[in-house]
């Protein structure tokens, strides 16, 4: 009897520590999930100028890739430069600065993307598709977040239309077809 006391006491220990273990390895395992999310929320904000950390938690959440966002967060720009029909040294000029406010740099691989971009209006399927992929990110997000989101996005683009600054830097310091660009990039979050 005092064998199988002694055999019971052991099976006993092993599957305490077996219990332990395994509970270690879940908070080891929660713990490297956590340092990764953070890591990924710097990343997605770093390329995408976003600085709201619900939105940041929201996009990790939903496995948007910090490479991902940084081209959506191009579009509007680029959008917007070129709402007009061409591209105005000041245009391209907010549209670098805005790009390396958001990271792109020449290093990045978008940077490239980015000066093709400048070169040569993109083709009208760029705005479709990234309209498209806005509205079905907004759909996974709160009110606040959208609005976060589009205050981020929308606020680099109006940057680049202010750059044009009118005729001669007199008159609308927005064009028509600027404000025009804004508004449609603005609806796809609605």
């Known amino acids: 009897m005092i064998e199988s006391d002694f055999f019971n006491a052991e099976q006993t220990k092993t599957l305490e520590d077996l219990f332990f273990l395994k509970k270690d390895r879940e908070i080891i395992a929660q713990f490297h999930k956590m340092e990764m999310m953070k890591e990924s929320k710097q990343s997605l904000a770093k390329v995408s100028g976003i600085t709201n950390d619900k ?4 996009l ?17 720009l680029i959008e917007v430069a070129w709402a007009d029909g061409e591209l105005k040294k000041s245009e391209q000029n907010a549209v670098l600065a805005a790009a390396c406010e958001i990271f792109i740099t020449k290093s990045n691989p978008d940077y490239e993307l980015l ?3 400048l070169k040569h209006k993109p083709d009208a399927k760029l705005l479709k598709a990234w309209t498209v992929y806005i509205k079905g990110l907004c759909e996974h997000l709160t009110k606040q977040q959208v609005n976060a989101l589009k205050k981020d996005l929308i606020g680099h683009a109006k940057n680049v239309a202010l ?6 830097g007199f008159g609308e310091k927005i064009s028509k077809a600027e404000q025009k660009m804004l508004d449609k990039l603005t609806a796809a979050f609605e």
């Open 55 to 58: 939105v940041l938690e929201k």
């Open 60 to 76: 990790v959440e939903l496995e948007v890739r910090p490479e991902v966002l940084a081209s959506l967060a191009m579009i509007p």
């Open 115 to 117: 000066n093709r971009w």
């Open 163 to 168: 750059a044009a600054g009118g005729f001669l």
